[in-house]
């Protein structure tokens, strides 16, 4: 089963320098934190703030070539965790044909942004994430959790470009 989600926001983890983004489900209760690359981080965050740049980024151009061949991006869902690792498929529909394509996540989420699409997370996927954060410390696993689904809105956003 899938969970639809929104991207709360991008912030910076403090212990290891790098971009988190942060996606909550509708109802508010489930949380799911994605660890991504600085530039994958920086295409989302512009389109976040709706920040114009002067020739189209990489996630631009790939919404460029997907309207230019009429196709719709109808969903992109992270449906797998394996080796701490998350995984992403781009459902697009092209004249009625779907089109499965593997992705990366933070590339799924800049373009889900772009092209005004849902974002939805495995149910398997979000159990597993609890599992291994749990394995890993469960004490900070369970503070890690309470602090994410506390998340009010001035405390996202704090990721700088």
Not at 16 to 45: F, Q, S
Not at 117 to 130: A, F, G, M, N, T
């Amino acid at each position: 089963m899938e969970v639809e989600m929104k991207i709360r926001g991008l912030m910076m983890d403090a212990s290891t320098n790098t971009p988190i983004v942060i996606l909550k489900d509708l109802e508010g209760n489930t949380v799911l934190p994605i660890w991504v690359g600085i530039y994958e981080a920086n295409a989302i965050a512009l389109e976040i703030e709706k920040v114009a740049t002067p020739r189209p980024m990489t996630h631009d151009l790939i919404k460029q070539v997907l309207v230019g061949f009429n196709a719709v991006l109808e969903k992109v869902v992270v449906n797998e965790l394996r080796d701490d690792t998350f995984y992403a498929v781009l459902w697009l529909d092209r004249e009625g044909e779907t089109i499965m394509l593997d992705a990366r996540p933070s590339d799924a989420l800049a373009l889900a942004l772009r092209l005004d699409c849902p974002i939805y997370v495995e149910d398997e996927v979000l159990k597993s994430s609890r599992i291994a954060a749990a394995a890993a410390d469960p004490s900070s696993s369970e503070e890690l959790r309470r602090w994410l689904e506390g998340l009010g809105e001035e405390d996202t956003g704090h990721y700088k470009m």
